[in-house]
């Protein structure tokens, strides 16, 4: 069954700063990897996906996310953290016969001026 | 940008009363989803279809229903709502064909609080 990990809870950087939210996945089969980005009080916004093309995959906003199967990792990044981006962050994996979002427990992103 | 609609965005109401929640999308996506999220926790899968007449439960048991009597349209009802429904619920969509056949767009939530 696939499922995924997201280490750390809560991740505080200073405006201007590298953004780092790290995820782990578990999947029996290519899987397919998602980040979604949910603002206070809205839904999900898909910020970038992957699917088997390339393994860098660029998304909205400036992020950036690296497949790597050798770690079993798509972590997300961005160079220059901005205030805009305090956010909940969701890494999920296309699990299943249903074709349903298996969901990490979500990263909150603060930023400090 | 994805086209899916929920009503309400906020409800609040008395413990025992009946409720649907409504989800919309005009994208003539086949695949819809109800996703439960409880404040600062993960999503989890409570319904999906996979077409007109296809409902299934998801993941995470819930007392709702849902109906899909026309692609576009997914609601989900709650007969007797409890505090314990208290929850955000995200209503979502995929197609199966194209450049967003295997993303799926999810709606702006209903935050449903029973008191």
């Known amino acids: 069954a696939q499922s995924v990990t997201q280490l750390g809870s809560h991740v505080s950087v200073s405006e201007g700063a590298l953004v780092l939210l790290r995820c782990n996945y578990s999947?029996?089969?290519?899987?397919?990897l998602f980040w979604y980005v949910q603002y206070p009080n809205q839904g999900l916004q898909l910020l970038l996906k992957?699917?088997?093309?390339?393994?860098l995959v660029k998304g909205i906003n400036g992020f950036e996310a690296e497949f790597k199967k050798s770690e079993t990792s798509f972590h997300l990044t961005k160079p220059s953290a901005h205030m805009s981006d305090a956010a909940e962050y969701f890494c999920a994996v296309r699990g299943g016969s249903q074709g349903n979002l298996i969901f990490g427990k979500g990263t909150k992103l603060s930023v400090k001026p | 940008e994805a086209d899916i609609y929920q009503t309400p965005r906020y409800l609040v109401i008395g413990t025992g009363k009946k409720i649907t929640l409504e989800c919309s999308q005009t994208m003539g996506h086949d695949k819809m989803y109800w996703y439960q999220q409880d404040p600062g926790m993960e999503l989890h899968l409570i319904h999906y279809s996979y077409g007109v007449n296809s409902t299934e439960k998801g993941d995470l048991s819930s007392e709702s229903t849902v109906s899909r009597i026309r692609t576009e349209h997914f609601p989900l009802t709650l007969e007797s709502a409890r505090p314990s429904h208290t929850s955000q619920y995200l209503c979502?969509?995929?197609?199966?064909?194209?450049?967003?056949?295997?993303?799926?767009?999810f709606g702006e939530g209903s935050w449903l609080t029973v008191v």
């Open positions: 992957y699917t088997s093309a390339a393994t």
């Open positions: 979502a969509s995929s197609g199966i064909q194209g450049p967003g056949g295997n993303t799926i767009y």
């Open positions: 999947s029996s089969v290519p899987p397919y």
